[in-house]
Structures are given as C-alpha cells and as structure tokens.
C-alpha cells in the first residue's frame, strides 16, 4: 500500500467527519479540530489555542514509513511534543490504530474505529460550568464518597453499626444504578462494535463478543425426539420441585425429609430514608457551588497559566522530524 493511497483514504475519510467533530492526541489529550483539508496539508485547531496549525504531508509520510517498514509497532513516546495530531490523524486509516493503553500506534491487518475522534469538545475558549449529571448513580456516588470521606473505612470492625448500615445502604445503591447505566451503555455500544478487535478509551478497552444460551423447547418435543433417538422417558425426567411442595401441603412428611436444607445468614437491605439522603445531597451539592464560587478566579488563573506553558512546549516547528 503506498502512502499516496492511504494518504487519499485520510483526506477521503476527513471529508466524510462532520464539521464539529473533535480529536485527541494520544498522550497530552488536547482536544483539537481539523479547520481545512488541502492537498499537501491539514490545518488544525487547537481548544486552548488561538489560530490553525498545519500539519505536512511529508510528515505524515515520515511517520507512515516509521510504523510500515518495521514489524514492531510505533511508541508513540518517540513523537516529538508538537507531533501527536499526526498519530490521531493517522488513526483515521482503517488500517492504523492506536493503543493508547500501551503507547502504540500500529498497523492492523483488522479496519479498526479510531478512539482518539468524536470527542466532546467546548470551542467557546471558556472554563466550562461544571454540570450535574440527572443520573441516581450520581447522586447516590456522591453521597457514598462523603461518607467514605467522614467515616474513613480503614478497620471495618471499629465502626458505629450505624456508620456501617449508612455504607451498606450506599454501596447497594450505587451497586444497583450502575449496573442499570452499565447496562443502558452495553446497549449502545453493541451498536457500535462491528468486529471482535477492542476499542480503546482512556481507562480500559472493550470489546464485542457472544454468549451461548440454552433453552429446552417444551417437554413432550424432547422427550418425542429422545425416545425415536431410542432414549427411554425415565432417562431424563427428573423430580419438579413445585409439584414436590404441593405434595407436601398433602402429606405428613416434612420439608427436610425431601430437602436438604442449608441455611445461611446475610444482610437485606430493609429500608432506605429518601428523605435524609436527598437532605444530606443537596448539602453536598451546595457546598461544591460553593466551592466552584469561591475557587473560580484562582482556577481560571491556573488554567491560562497551564495552557500558557502548553503552548509554548507545542508550539509547531517547521523542521519537525520524526525518530
């Protein structure tokens, strides 16, 4: 494959990208837009800088060379500071990836969806007002992570029963919501995973698979087939519990001479005081408006700064090279 036909897929691929659609770099994670297509070139954008940079054909056939010619994959820690969008763009091939997990970009026999585009980005150049999530799991994580913070759970067994009965409460309940937003983004994403490769994001991968299930059709369809198979009946029936306990409702025996019984203890979740812990939030939630009033000038001040001293690593060279 020469590099004028993947380079022609990238620009083909760029086309088809809508207009708001955003990129990461794979290491720093700056959020950035591709402005304009050219033969020869890209310009990009970045979130928390002013004006376009362009990045080269050239170099984009210097590094499409560095991961081809070799059967090792790329470390991205090679990328001189101001060359990361040339990896994400790369990316777009259908046969480049990168692993962000290990640092790599490589060639794959496998089309594999880039996890470095479509990522939400503020264009406004503006600190972005923090937003609550309408989700129970949030609420009820943050109620759980206060009362980590006030009891610190370090020894189990020198707390307040009460304290433990507050954290059980909790942690059924984020339990509970989160497999439901758990299941709610399987969902979703089961639309989105075409192939058996995983997909990279920032905290782990995932990755389309299938489970085999088994469902015995109605018992006179088995037992017919079996028994032209030359299966006898009393092969495979077996005692139906339910008709067992009618029996038992019928007869003088016990339940433990038909049961073998174990019994074990557990802790139920009886009741939970709605009202306390939408008190206790809404304290929570005022103290972080709070916070965010209180904290907001330093904060600005610390973010110009860090976007000062990021623009100055990555300002773009001409003469950049590849390792």
């Given at each position: 494959?020469?590099?004028?036909?993947?380079?022609?897929?990238?620009?083909?691929?760029?086309?088809?990208?809508?207009?708001?659609?955003?990129?990461?770099?794979?290491?720093?994670?700056?959020?950035?837009?591709?402005?304009?297509?050219?033969?020869?070139?890209?310009?990009?954008?970045?979130?928390?800088?002013?004006?376009?940079?362009?990045?080269?054909?050239?170099?984009?056939?210097?590094?499409?060379?560095?991961?081809?010619?070799?059967?090792?994959?790329?470390?991205?820690?090679?990328?001189?500071?101001?060359?990361?969008?040339?990896?994400?763009?790369?990316?777009?091939?259908?046969?480049?990836?990168?692993?962000?997990?290990?640092?790599?970009?490589?060639?794959?026999?496998?089309?594999?969806?880039?996890?470095?585009?479509?990522?939400?980005?503020?264009?406004?150049?503006?600190?972005?007002?923090?937003?609550?999530?309408?989700?129970?799991?949030?609420?009820?994580?943050?109620?759980?992570?206060?009362?980590?913070?006030?009891?610190?759970?370090?020894?189990?067994?020198?707390?307040?029963?009460?304290?433990?009965?507050?954290?059980?409460?909790?942690?059924?309940d984020v339990q509970r919501n989160a497999n439901d937003l758990r299941q709610d983004v399987r969902?979703?994403?089961?639309?989105?995973?075409?192939?058996?490769?995983?997909?990279?994001?920032?905290?782990?991968?995932?990755?389309?698979?299938?489970?085999?299930?088994?469902?015995?059709?109605?018992?006179?369809?088995?037992?017919?087939?079996?028994?032209?198979?030359?299966?006898?009946?009393?092969?495979?029936?077996?005692?139906?519990?339910?008709?067992?306990?009618?029996?038992?409702?019928?007869?003088?025996?016990?339940?433990?001479?038909?049961?073998?019984?174990?019994?074990?203890?557990?802790?139920?979740?009886?009741?939970?005081?709605?009202?306390?812990?939408?008190?206790?939030?809404?304290?929570?939630?005022?103290?972080?408006?709070?916070?965010?009033?209180?904290?907001?000038?330093?904060?600005?001040?610390?973010?110009?700064?860090?976007?000062?001293?990021?623009?100055?690593?990555?300002?773009?060279?001409?003469?950049?090279?590849?390792?």
């Open positions: 494959m020469s590099f004028s036909v993947t380079w022609h897929t990238i620009t083909d691929q760029l086309d088809e990208v809508s207009s708001d659609a955003t990129f990461l770099t794979p290491l720093s994670e700056r959020s950035f837009r591709v402005s304009d297509v050219q033969e020869h070139r890209l310009l990009i954008s970045y979130r928390d800088q002013d004006g376009t940079i362009p990045l080269k054909r050239e170099q984009f056939e210097t590094l499409y060379e560095r991961v081809t010619d070799t059967p090792q994959s790329f470390e991205l820690d090679r990328l001189p500071a101001d060359a990361e969008p040339y990896a994400t763009v790369l990316s777009i091939h259908p046969r480049f990836e990168v692993d962000q997990r290990e640092s790599l970009l490589r060639n794959t026999d496998h089309p594999t969806p880039s996890a470095l585009v479509d990522v939400t980005l503020d264009t406004t150049g503006e600190t972005p007002t923090r937003q609550e999530p309408d989700l129970p799991l949030y609420a009820d994580s943050l109620l759980l992570i206060d009362a980590l913070e006030r009891y610190t759970p370090a020894d189990l067994s020198t707390m307040e029963t009460a304290e433990l009965v507050n954290l059980y409460t909790l942690c059924s969902a979703v994403l089961l639309e989105r995973l075409h192939h058996d490769q995983p997909v990279h994001g920032q905290y782990g991968s995932v990755q389309r698979t299938s489970r085999r299930n088994r469902t015995l059709k109605d018992d006179e369809t088995v037992l017919e087939k079996l028994e032209d198979a030359g299966i006898d009946r009393e092969r495979v029936t077996t005692v139906d519990a339910a008709k067992v306990d009618e029996a038992l409702e019928v007869t003088d025996l016990s339940e433990s001479d038909l049961y073998d019984i174990d019994e074990s203890q557990y802790v139920r979740k009886a009741d939970v005081d709605e009202e306390r812990k939408e008190s206790r939030l809404q304290g929570l939630k005022d103290q972080l408006a709070a916070v965010d009033s209180t904290d907001s000038e330093d904060l600005q001040r610390e973010i110009e700064e860090l976007e000062s001293r990021i623009e100055e690593l990555t300002s773009f060279k001409s003469g950049t090279t590849f390792e």
